[in-house]
Nanobody, 124 residues
Framework: QVQLVESGGGSVEAGGSLRLSCAAS????????MRWFRQATGKEREGVAT???????TYAESVKGRFIISEDYSKSSFYLQMNALKTEDTAIYYC??????????????????WGQGTQVTVSS
């Protein structure tokens, strides 16, 4: 499994932007499912954005139109650009990735390698 290291969290006022980065130890060819999750205090972890094995990007309804997930295989990294942030976006954000041999990402979360998490705090 790849090792993932996140960066880019922090505090911002509502309406602001942040960019999260997730650096993999190495993407050794093939395709990877790349995902961002978040977990707010007292809530379950939820999926935020995904790049599937075929490159299709999907988003949770709550962030659609505001967040953009992207990847750079040459840097073994993927990113989450978060714009128009809201107070309800406050959470710990985790990146996750797994090599895939088809188009879809696996459902079981224990199939993934995970980053350590980074705090995003949005104040009003």
């Amino acid at each position: 499994q790849v090792q993932l290291v996140e960066s880019g969290g922090g505090s911002v006022e509502a309406g602001g932007s942040l960019r999260l980065s997730c650096a993999a130890s190495e993407y050794t060819g093939g395709r990877y499912c790349m995902r961002w999750f978040r977990q707010a205090t007292g809530k379950e972890r939820e999926g935020v954005a995904t790049i599937r094995g075929d490159g299709i990007r999907t988003y949770a309804e709550s962030v659609k139109g505001r967040f953009i997930i992207s990847e750079d295989y040459s840097k073994s990294s993927f990113y989450l650009q978060m714009n128009a942030l809201k107070t309800e976006d406050t959470a710990i954000y985790y990146c996750a990735s797994v090599r895939v041999y088809g188009t879809l990402c696996p459902s079981p979360l224990n199939a993934y390698s995970w980053g350590q998490g980074t705090q995003v705090t949005v104040s009003s």
